[in-house]
C-alpha cells in the first residue's frame, strides 16, 4: 500500500517569501493547497505588493489550488481594540496574524491538511516576525508545533512536520532579516522569474491611513465597510466632531467619491472650472461654508475671485449652489488628517 503524501496549507500572500516556501514545499513533494486572506484594509495577506490578480495568477503559475478567506467586521473591531498593540502605524500585525491562523486551522480541519506553511523569515517584519512573536502567535492560534517557516525553519525549533518525518528538516532554510539576497537566489534555483518587488503592502503601516482610521474609530462607534473603504481615496479633512469632508484628487477618485456617497450626503464639485468631487460625511451646517472654501482650493478656478461650487445628491441632482473663494491653506490644514 502507498504511503499518503503530507498535505500542507500554505499561507501564500503572491509575494516572494510565500511563492518560495510554496516551491519548497513542492520540491519535496509535500501535497499543497494555497490560503489568502482578503481584509477590508487590503486585498490580500501582506506579503510586499500583492493583490488580489497577482495571488491567483501566482497560484496557477505554480499549479496549486488556490483558495481565499474574508475577514469582515470581526476584523475591524480587532483593529480597533488590538490585544498586542500596534506597529508603526495601525497595524495590530500580531492580533492579525492570529486572527487568520485561527481560520486557516479551520481549513486546515475542512481540507485534512496535516501542517500549515508560512513564508514568514525571522527578523524581516520587527513587529510580528521575531522569535518571541512567532510563538505567541502559534500558541494563541492553538497551532503549536504546527507552523513550518521553510525559509527559517533551521533557526526555529522543530516543528511536527519535522519530528514526524513529513519534512526533511535538513532541506529547509536558515535565512533571517529584511535583506532579500538569499531569497533571490533562491528564487532562480526554483527558476521563480516573475515575483513583486518588496515593500507595499498593507495600508495599516502607512502613517496617512493610520491617521485617518484613527480619525475614524474617535467618531464612530462602529464603522461600516463604505466608511473603511473612504478611507483610502482622497484627501480628509475632519471639519467638526459630526462632519468630515473628503476630496477627490482624481477622475478616478472622483468617480469612487460619487460612488460612495450615501442617500442624505452632499456633494460639491465647482462649477465651470476642472476640480475634484469633495463629498460631506455625516451632519454640517457652518462647516458647509468652510468644505466649499476647501473644495475651490483645490480645484482650477482662480484663487482671488468667488466662484459657484454645485451641490448635488449621490444621484447627482442638484440640491443648489453656494458662491465660495479658495480657503487659504492656513486656514484649512488645521483640518488635514
Ligand atoms: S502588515 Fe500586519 S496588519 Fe497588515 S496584513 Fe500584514 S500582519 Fe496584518
Known amino acids: 500500500m502507498s504511503k499518503r503524501k503530507p498535505k500542507a496549507l500554505v499561507m501564500l500572500s503572491g509575494g516572494l517569501d510565500s511563492t518560495l516556501a510554496l516551491a519548497t514545499m513542492k520540491e519535496l513533494g509535500v501535497e499543497t493547497?494555497?490560503?489568502?486572506?482578503?481584509?477590508?484594509f487590503c486585498n490580500f495577506d501582506c506579503g510586499g505588493g500583492a493583490c488580489a490578480g497577482d495571488v491567483s495568477d501566482v497560484a496557477r503559475r505554480m499549479g496549486v489550488k488556490w483558495r481565499a478567506e474574508e475577514l469582515g467586521e470581526e476584523y475591524v473591531e480587532?483593529?480597533?481594540?488590538?490585544?498586542?498593540?500596534?506597529?508603526?502605524?495601525?497595524?495590530?500585525?500580531?492580533?492579525?496574524?492570529?486572527?487568520?491562523?485561527?481560520?486557516?486551522?479551520?481549513?486546515?480541519?475542512?481540507?485534512?491538511?496535516?501542517?500549515?506553511?508560512?513564508?514568514?523569515v525571522v527578523g524581516q517584519r520587527p513587529m510580528s516576525q521575531n522569535p518571541k512573536a512567532l510563538e505567541t502567535i502559534e500558541k494563541e492560534s492553538g497551532l503549536k508545533g504546527k507552523i513550518l517557516r521553510p525559509l527559517s525553519a533551521r533557526l526555529l525549533p522543530p516543528t511536527d512536520a519535522e519530528t514526524e518525518g513529513m519534512v526533511d528538516r535538513r532541506r529547509l532554510k536558515a535565512i533571517s532579516g529584511r535583506s532579500r539576497k538569499e531569497q533571490i537566489s533562491l528564487a532562480a534555483e526554483f527558476g521563480l522569474k516573475k515575483y513583486p518587488n518588496a515593500g507595499?503592502?498593507?495600508?495599516?503601516?502607512?502613517?496617512?491611513?493610520a491617521s485617518r482610521l484613527r480619525d475614524l474609530f474617535q467618531h464612530s462607534e462602529k464603522p461600516g465597510m463604505r466608511e473603511i473603504r473612504?478611507?483610502?481615496?482622497?484627501?480628509?479633512?475632519?471639519?467638526?466632531?459630526?462632519?468630515?469632508?473628503?476630496?477627490?484628487?482624481?477622475?478616478v477618485e472622483n468617480r469612487e467619491i460619487s460612488s460612495l456617497a450615501e442617500p442624505g450626503e452632499?456633494?460639491?464639485?465647482?462649477?465651470?472650472?476642472?476640480?475634484?468631487?469633495?463629498?460631506?460625511?455625516?451632519?454640517?451646517?457652518?462647516?458647509?461654508?468652510?468644505?466649499?472654501?476647501?473644495?475651490?482650493?483645490?480645484?482650477?478656478?482662480?484663487?482671488?475671485?468667488?466662484?459657484?461650487?454645485?451641490?448635488?445628491?449621490?444621484?447627482?441632482?442638484?440640491?443648489g449652489t453656494v458662491v465660495a473663494s479658495a480657503l487659504a491653506e492656513e486656514r484649512y490644514a488645521k483640518y488635514r488628517l
Not at 498586542?84 to 491538511?113: L, Q
Not at 507595499?200 to 491611513?209: M, N, Q, W
Open 33 to 40: 493547497l494555497a490560503l489568502s486572506f482578503k481584509t477590508p
Open 78 to 120: 480587532m483593529v480597533r481594540k488590538p490585544k498586542h498593540g500596534y506597529g508603526s502605524g495601525m497595524n495590530p500585525c500580531i492580533d492579525c496574524r492570529i486572527m487568520m491562523f485561527r481560520r486557516a486551522k479551520e481549513v486546515m480541519g475542512e481540507v485534512g491538511a496535516d501542517f500549515m506553511v508560512t513564508g514568514e
Open 200 to 209: 507595499g503592502g498593507c495600508v495599516l503601516t502607512e502613517k496617512g491611513f
Open 230 to 251: 473612504l478611507l483610502g481615496v482622497g484627501r480628509h479633512f475632519r471639519l467638526s466632531d459630526s462632519c468630515k469632508l473628503v476630496v477627490g484628487r482624481d477622475m
Open 266 to 319: 452632499t456633494l460639491m464639485a465647482v462649477q465651470d472650472y476642472v476640480g475634484p468631487v469633495c463629498l460631506l460625511v455625516g451632519q454640517h451646517g457652518e462647516e458647509g461654508g468652510t468644505a466649499a472654501g476647501i473644495c475651490v482650493r483645490y480645484s482650477d478656478a482662480p484663487k482671488d475671485r468667488e466662484v459657484t461650487v454645485r451641490l448635488f445628491d449621490k444621484d447627482e441632482k442638484l440640491l
